[in-house]
């Protein structure tokens, strides 16, 4: 079956812009979370979605907000970008919130200019 | 504070196993300890995860020491394609409350030798 699909795979941004990310799960998983990646921090958790509805999030600004449609689909919205929200952002999908194993996506490398 | 302890790097040459140490010394009775690694430019790979019995999967093996303080990911016969950094996290199962984010620490950089 298909894997974690993010789209776009690169994008290019200026600062003050906004962007929006976007992550299919496996068919049939129903939980969502969302990563960015720098060198300097590392993996750092953003939030994860179940059911449409937001269950946990982590320590980054309200700039970063999320949001999963009935299909299980997720985007990830960052308003006025900063540089150092160049990063990998990545999409990881679970089967259910029980904190299984987790897939991941490819990620969104995103470069603020 | 870190949950897990692993060394910055190890090599290992090609077609033997691959021992990656954990420390995760704080552990509570209700944490998992979970495995993950990451090839260079893509997502997180799981690879196998248990409590306190040991574990085997067809990628690894997983020892859990008796006191649960720390943890060996075996792999046993690596090849230049399990070059990657692994990462030992340890979480809890099942909480109710949604899906914690995992926590991903430094990991330990795993270079096969041909």
């Known amino acids: 079956k298909a894997g974690v699909t993010q789209t776009p795979r690169y994008l290019i941004k200026t600062r003050g812009q906004q962007v929006t990310l976007s992550c299919s799960p496996i068919s049939g998983h129903r939980s969502v979370s969302w990563y960015q990646q720098t060198p300097g921090q590392g993996l750092q958790f953003l939030f994860e979605y179940f059911s449409e509805t937001q269950r946990n999030k982590g320590n980054f600004p309200g700039r970063f907000s999320g949001r999963q449609f009935s299909n299980s689909r997720s985007e990830m919205n960052v308003s006025t970008l900063e540089l150092g929200d160049s990063a990998l952002y990545l999409c990881a999908s679970t089967r259910d919130s029980m904190n299984t194993e987790a897939f991941f996506g490819q990620g969104t490398r995103l470069t603020v200019v | 504070d870190a949950k897990t302890t692993q060394p910055t790097s190890m090599d290992c040459a090609e077609g033997r196993a691959a021992n990656l140490p954990c420390n995760h010394s704080t552990i509570s009775g209700n944490e998992y300890v979970y495995w993950y690694r990451q090839i260079h430019s893509q997502g997180p790979q799981y690879i196998i995860h248990g409590l306190k019995n040991n574990e085997t999967n067809e990628m690894a093996s997983l020892i859990i020491t008796e006191d649960r303080k720390s943890s060996t990911l075996i792999l046993p016969h690596a090849t230049l394609r399990d070059t990657a950094v692994y990462y030992c996290?340890?979480?809890?199962?099942?909480?109710?409350?949604?899906?914690?984010?995992?926590?991903f620490g430094k990991g330990t950089h795993l270079i096969i030798q041909p």
């Open positions: 996290i340890v979480r809890v199962v099942g909480s109710g409350g949604g899906a914690d984010g995992l926590t």
